[in-house]
């Protein structure tokens, strides 16, 4: 199989499983470190031409991480494209043996079955925690309804504030996310590369909680650890 993919959690669960299979990757694409394989552009402006070249067997997207027009030229060029969606982390393991099994993978990767088992009967955190996500500023933006984010965040005990808004990505004023007085402000460092100077200092008061953006949000290898890192920042943060 040849494989590209648009989508570097996939990148990353292929490479992990079948790493000659992956021919193109995206600029995105950071794990593994020094994975060989040919550059094709971003999630959002893949140069099509770069992929077609490739003559790739399979290309592997995400409905949230790539733009339809996209995919859909590759289709009309006679590509096959398989598009995930993953809302959930129950999703994400069924999602991720679909991929894998389209790329050639002969078996279920162990690796695959340790992430499972790391999110099975997590242990009750001693109490729920309201939290604050953003994702961007210039504008503030955070997770809203229906993401994988904040799912993860849900089965470790954190209820982010915007899960019910009609919008999975909303903007809202700093004010108004100061003013919700969440118990930590959860900032990730992606999408948005929020750091310890950069970030925390716009919510006065308030607990914040850097915390790992591949871990929060990547669906793949990363998962087996997601549970204790992500733990262990959220923990730290509550203190």
Not at 70 to 97: C, I, K, S, Y
Not at 115 to 130: K, S
Not at 136 to 157: E, Q
Request: net charge negative; hydrophobic share 45%.
């Amino acid at each position: 199989m040849r494989v590209v993919s648009l989508v570097p959690s996939l990148t990353e669960a292929v490479a992990a499983t079948l790493p000659c299979a992956l021919v193109g990757v995206t600029d995105w694409c950071t794990h593994p470190p020094g994975l060989e394989a040919v550059r094709i552009g971003g999630t959002k402006n893949p140069a099509v031409d770069r992929i077609l070249a490739l003559a790739p067997d399979l290309v592997i997207a995400n409905e949230e991480e790539n733009r339809a027009p996209d995919l859909d030229a590759l289709r009309a060029a006679g590509l096959g494209v398989l598009v995930t969606e993953v809302r959930t982390v129950p999703q994400a393991f069924r999602e991720l043996d679909r991929v894998l099994t389209a790329c050639g993978a002969p078996a279920r990767p162990g690796w695959l079955d340790r992430a499972e088992a790391a999110w099975t009967d997590l242990p009750e955190p001693p109490a729920r925690t309201t939290a604050v996500v953003p994702v961007w500023r210039r504008p503030w933006m955070v997770l809203g309804r229906d993401t994988f984010a904040g799912d993860v965040l849900a089965r470790l005990g954190v209820d982010h504030v915007y899960a019910g808004h009609p919008d999975r990505y909303p903007r809202a004023p700093l004010a108004e996310l100061v003013a919700a007085a969440p118990d930590l402000v959860v900032l990730p460092d992606e999408p948005y590369r929020f750091t310890a100077a950069d970030g925390p200092e716009a919510f006065p008061g308030l607990s914040c909680a850097l915390v790992s953006g591949r871990h929060l949000t990547w669906y793949g290898p990363s998962l087996t650890e997601a549970p204790r890192v992500l733990g262990e920042a959220l923990a730290a943060a509550r203190r």
